[in-house]
């Protein structure tokens, strides 16, 4: 008995002296520096536009991470805006820090939650100065409190007193100018360094329904922006006009009405504003591509209000849910493309379009890319508006409900094949246990459901899948230029949809305060809309739930596609598995062949291979990361950056938070 005592002692010991051995192995992995090679030699590059260039490519030449060292990307720093809401305070909206840093003379500019607009000094995260445009936060802005960027402008000339500019949008409805170098105001420009962009728009119903989420683009001396409109309001919501202004004075240089040629519309006189723009209108409230060679701003518009019923458009939304080609220097439509007929689904065009140019038939092409919340992707003829990928007009479901005319078909793009599902049966039900499975299976089979496109019905809740959330949103797509590789992201998520008679509006209201259901006034119905979730607040459908994918630009083919992000955040147990999950923001790819991306819901910044979607490094972010990152690297003796937003989002429910984080080699 007492040797069995010592010999369990002396196993005891040597148990513990390997557990210390263990811990003082991983104590020293974990602090003591980690000394990388740092390639000098390559490119430098800036991050100078929204999109990197004005096009939108999200692409940089830059070499110095790789994927071979990408492993060994560590904080260099971190800067705090101080600007979060959850919204139940004083504070009516929450916030959502969707911003992409741009990168020019040598600052580091964004926009908080709040409009403030903050310079910072790239290499070490310094405040430089900070601008507070002071809107007014008791208000519950539609579109939450959000700015997804700023805009930089220089003086070819040399002779202006503020010769470089950033431009800002505001949630309160401004433009505002600042001097790029000290952040005043530039005087010289509107009304004391703002334009009132509500003026001439029609009349809000409360503060708030008109707002500003894209930062301007600029094109010479025009600065252009659209407008973000509350959905699902009234007929006669405020208009979608788009406007440019002259950089310099802000003097009025262009409008475009969004309402139809004559002899496309139908219906009875439209109402319009006193300055004589069309009500209730598409708006465009995504951001813009510039190409500057062809004079051409590339407009992503969406669909007239409301969303779900378009009985009374009679012809309004010929301009809706389309890429538009406009003059920049006079705002003349040149071509438009639309890629969804009579849109009842809210899938407006959603993100930036992006500019390449890939080759067809031994020829080189100047193509403008369209991502879809369907999951569709338009490859477009920059110059005519054309398909370079053949697009089939293919029939869809038709509507049920009086007064409704829908489309008898709509586009679909033979090549790149969908990135999402665009059918969900009741035995795909999802869920983690045959109980959950079942409920799910259940679900989806008591909704109205004939595929993509099935119309919204009265008193009858149809499935809408995919959702209005993406396939692609806000966060847009990434070109490689060089490898003629497209990067996407998508998600993958259904909705229930359902239209109620005016009558019944009010009681229903009533009785379903936590509910999205909105009035449409000037139809005959409101409507209700509402996430395909499992008691377990998991997707009905299954995984997954979001992906990440590349395609091949001369074919058009998926090259591959991957699950996106683990149900760690989001899932009843923190369980890091790689279901793949919805996600907001957009990919950056570098010419030395990485993607990085945040978005998903988990609360990361990602690495992955373009070559193969192999997931090389990730980084955890103290907030969801649901915004688009930008890199940079300023000199031959300098790191490269990589620099993301993590500020959360409070509509996607992801942790709130106020930082922003560069990330670099050691």
């Not at 992409?100 to 939650?113: A, E, K, V």
């Not at 509507?399 to 035995?427: C, M, R, W, Y």
Request: with cysteine.
């Amino acid at each position: 008995m007492a040797t069995q005592r010592k010999a369990k002692r002396s196993a005891w010991r040597i148990l513990l002296r390997l557990l210390v051995f263990v811990a003082v192995a991983y104590l020293a992995w974990y602090f003591w520096p980690v000394h990388v090679r740092i390639a000098m030699d390559g490119p430098t590059a800036t991050w100078p536009d929204y999109g990197n260039d004005k096009g939108g490519s999200r692409y940089s030449p830059l070499t110095q991470i790789t994927p071979a060292n990408v492993k060994y990307l560590q904080k260099a720093w971190e800067y705090h805006t101080g600007d979060v809401s959850d919204g139940k305070g004083a504070i009516k909206a929450t916030s959502a820090f969707e911003a992409t840093p741009i990168l020019n003379d040598g600052r580091l500019y964004f926009p908080s939650p709040f409009n403030k607009i903050i310079a910072l000094d790239p290499e070490t995260g310094k405040e430089i100065w900070k601008y507070d445009p002071k809107i007014d936060l008791s208000v519950r802005y539609s579109n939450q409190l959000t700015s997804r960027g700023v805009t930089y402008w220089e003086d070819a000339s040399g002779v202006d007193p503020h010769p470089k500019r950033i431009f800002a949008a505001t949630c309160d409805g401004r433009l505002i100018a600042l001097d790029a170098v000290d952040g005043t105001p530039c005087k010289d420009f509107g009304s004391h360094g703002a334009v009132d962009l509500k003026r001439g728009v029609g009349e809000e119903r409360w503060i708030g329904e008109y707002q500003m989420t894209s930062p301007p683009a600029v094109a010479g001396d025009h600065v252009i922006l659209g407008s973000a409109v509350s959905d699902n309001q009234r007929v006669d919501a405020p208009s979608g006009v788009v406007r440019a202004y002259n950089a310099r004075t802000g003097a009025l240089a262009w409008t475009w009405d969004l309402a139809p040629p004559p002899d496309k519309y139908t219906g009875p006189a439209q109402p319009k504003t006193e300055e004589g723009y069309t009500l209730g209108t598409p708006n465009v409230w995504a951001q813009f591509s510039v190409d500057e060679e062809r004079d051409l701003v590339f407009m992503p518009t969406g669909n007239p209000a409301p969303d779900f019923y378009g009985g009374e458009r009679y012809g309004s939304d010929y301009y809706g849910s389309s890429v538009v080609a406009v003059r920049a220097s006079t705002g003349e439509v040149v071509w438009h493309f639309q890629t969804v007929h009579h849109d009842l689904w809210d899938y407006d065009v959603p993100c930036q379009p992006t500019l390449a140019t890939i080759m067809r038939d031994g020829r080189e092409v100047p193509v403008v890319i369209q991502a879809t919340k369907m999951g569709l992707i338009f490859v477009l003829n920059r110059e005519t508006g054309e398909p370079v990928f053949p697009v089939e007009e293919r029939p869809v479901p038709q509507s049920n409900v009086s007064g409704e005319q829908t489309s008898p078909t709509q586009p679909f793009p033979v090549k790149p094949a969908p990135l999402i599902p665009h059918t969900l049966s009741p035995d795909e039900g999802w869920g983690l246990t045959s109980s959950g499975k079942k409920e799910s299976h259940d679900r989806i089979a008591a909704l109205h459901y004939e595929g993509i496109y099935t119309p919204p019905r009265v008193n009858e809740p149809i499935l809408m899948f995919p959702g209005n959330a993406g396939g692609t949103n806000w966060g847009g797509v990434a070109v490689d230029p060089v490898r003629q590789t497209l990067v996407v992201n998508a998600s993958v998520l259904g909705f229930i949809v359902t239209l109620i008679p005016r009558a019944e509006f009010d009681e229903i209201k009533k009785n379903n305060p936590d509910a999205e259901i909105q009035r449409q006034d000037g139809t005959p119905y409101g409507m209700r809309r509402d996430y395909l979730l499992g008691s377990s607040g998991l997707p009905c459908n299954p995984p997954p739930w979001g992906t990440l994918a590349a395609i091949d630009l001369n074919t058009g083919d998926i090259a591959w596609q991957v699950p996106f992000g683990t149900v760690r955040d989001i899932a009843p147990v923190p369980i890091p598995i790689n279901y793949g999950v919805p996600n907001l923001g957009g990919p950056l790819v570098t010419a030395s062949g990485l993607i990085f991306i945040g978005a998903a819901m988990d609360d990361y910044i990602r690495a992955y291979d373009i070559e193969t979607g192999k997931e090389l490094w990730k980084g955890r972010l103290p907030a969801g990361g649901q915004a688009t990152p930008m890199t940079y690297r300023l000199r031959k003796d300098s790191k490269q950056y990589v620099v993301i937003a993590a500020g959360g989002h409070g509509r996607a429910g992801t942790k709130l938070g106020d930082s922003v984080i560069a990330y670099a080699l050691p």
